[in-house]
């Protein structure tokens, strides 16, 4: 019952708060920059965590924060895997640059979220389009590039359940390769804690690990494709060995 009612209060919390910070990042539009706006939601990532914990007793751990590149003008796109909301409000507060997310168009249509979300402008697709989805993410994807920020893709596509593994989408070393642009990989084992589809929040720490940058130079898309899956889902069963039978 105790669990039921903190998860209860959390997303409570959680509609709540972000209603009011889409309303402010609305009201802001005409006045403030993409920049400005993006700080604004990355202010809520960091509120939501805070109250997770909190509430929930969800915390989590960083590894391989070394391996983020010091110099603040590389270009990079991160590719993680997906098992949960969870990585979609932390990936903000911890990349040092401004991240532009590949998402599914349907988000744009949620009340003040949605709103809020498309003044970022960030990359929305229909993933029932696959060929207008490629094009849209190598085109949209070389401006963002252009403009200094990083791009974030989840391979997969949608959350996976835990253990589980979706052949990636080709997307980002598509992009990689056609912009030369190194990848960040990034793996955490949040469908531990935070299982895709569930109500209650279960107490525990969730780790999310930061993999060495994974370069382009000379290599094919098969090459860079396997490159990524392989350190991910190698770290996956690092992170959460259990769930992969090992």
């Given amino acids: 019952m105790i669990l039921w009612l903190r998860s209860l209060l959390f997303y409570l919390f959680g509609f709540i708060s972000v209603t ?3 309303t402010a990042i609305i009201l802001a539009i005409p006045f403030t920059s993409i920049r400005t706006r ?3 939601g990355v202010a809520w990532c960091r509120l939501i965590q805070k109250v997770l914990y909190l509430l929930c007793g969800i915390g989590s ?3 391989g924060l070394e391996n983020i590149p010091k110099d603040p003008n590389k270009p990079l796109i991160v590719l993680g895997k997906h098992q949960s909301a969870w990585e979609t409000f932390v990936y903000p ?3 040092p640059k401004e991240l532009c997310f590949v998402f599914k168009r349907e988000l744009l249509y949620v009340p003040f979220f949605g709103w809020a979300l498309a003044s970022l402008r960030m990359i929305h697709i229909n993933r029932g389009d696959r060929e207008n989805a490629r094009e849209a993410v190598a085109a949209q994807g070389k401006v963002v590039l252009k403009e200094g920020r990083w791009i974030a893709i989840f391979p997969e596509g949608t959350r996976t359940p835990r253990g589980s593994f979706k052949p990636y989408r080709k997307g980002g070393v598509r992009l990689a390769i056609s912009t ?3 990848i960040l990989p990034v793996a955490q084992n949040s469908g531990a804690i935070w299982p895709r589809k569930t109500f ?4 525990g720490l969730i ?3 930061i993999g060495p940058v994974i370069s382009v130079q000379g290599k094919t898309e098969e090459q860079l494709q396997l490159e990524v899956e392989a350190w ?3 770290e996956m069963r690092r992170l959460d060995a259990p769930a992969y039978g090992n």
């Fill in 20 to 22: 009011i910070f889409a």
């Fill in 38 to 40: 993006y700080s604004m």
């Fill in 61 to 63: 751990q960083v590894k």
């Fill in 93 to 95: 507060s911890i990349f």
């Fill in 180 to 182: 030369q642009t190194d």
């Fill in 200 to 203: 209650l929040k279960r107490p």
């Fill in 207 to 209: 780790t999310l690990s």
């Fill in 232 to 234: 991910i889902e190698g």
